[in-house]
Structure formats: C-alpha cells, structure tokens
C-alpha cells in the first residue's frame, strides 16, 4: 500500500523559509514523477514543482525562490520554500505519478496517482 507523508508546513513571516518533506511508503520516488500541489482556500489545486531523472519543473510565481531535491536513500522529497510571500499561503499536497517522467503537463494533478494528505503553510505580511 503505497502512503505519503507529507510535512514541514508552519507560519512564518514574509521573507522567511520552509522545508516540506514526503516520506513515501510503499512507493519508490526515485525512479518515478514527484511533485508538490498548493491549494489556497477559494482557489483550484495548482501545481508548485516536480523532479523526474529527467527534469525539475517548476511554476512560474515560485521560479527562483523554490526548489525541489530527493534523498533516494530516505525515498523522501523535499521542498525548500525561500523568500516567501504572503501569496504562497496554501495547503501543500506531495504528488506520486506511475511514471517516470512528469513532463510538460507536470502540473496536471489528474496525472498523479498517489496524494500526501497535506500541510499548512501560511506566510503573515
């Protein structure tokens, strides 16, 4: 059964960081399409990032201040969130996909297969 885990949400002040994890179960994130959702009250699940062996993908409104990583011996992804905003307040939710690259439509959340059951980020102004 597969389960993921996610982690590392908070509340944190303009300008600061977060580190969000998914520990996966069951699964082996290495080889495969992982991503990170967001989903902010009042608005549809966007997605954030993703890693593959091929390529990271990233959205554009986080380019720059996000970045996606693996540890394959932890099969854990991580998320670390820098210059946070108070837009970038929302539920995040780790992606699994059976497949072994995202691709270009990376952020479409029907292709994924496996969902973490979400943490809270709220950045304060």
């Known amino acids: 059964q597969v389960q993921l885990v996610d982690s590392g949400g908070g509340s944190v002040q303009a300008g600061g960081s977060l580190r969000l994890s998914c520990a996966s179960s069951g699964y082996t994130t290495s080889s495969a399409c992982m991503a990170w959702f967001r989903q902010a009250p009042g608005k549809e699940r966007e997605g954030v990032a993703s890693i593959s062996t091929a390529a990271s993908y990233y959205a554009t409104s986080v380019k720059g201040r996000f970045t996606i990583s693996r540890d394959n011996a932890k099969n854990t992804v991580y998320l670390e969130m820098n210059s946070l905003k108070p837009e970038d307040t929302a539920m995040y939710y780790c992606?699994?996909?059976?497949?072994?690259?995202?691709?270009?439509?990376?952020?479409?959340?029907?292709?994924?297969?496996?969902w973490g059951q979400g943490t809270q980020v709220t950045v304060s102004s």
């Open positions: 992606a699994a996909a059976l497949l072994v690259s995202c691709g270009s439509a990376w952020y479409y959340a029907p292709n994924y297969n496996y």
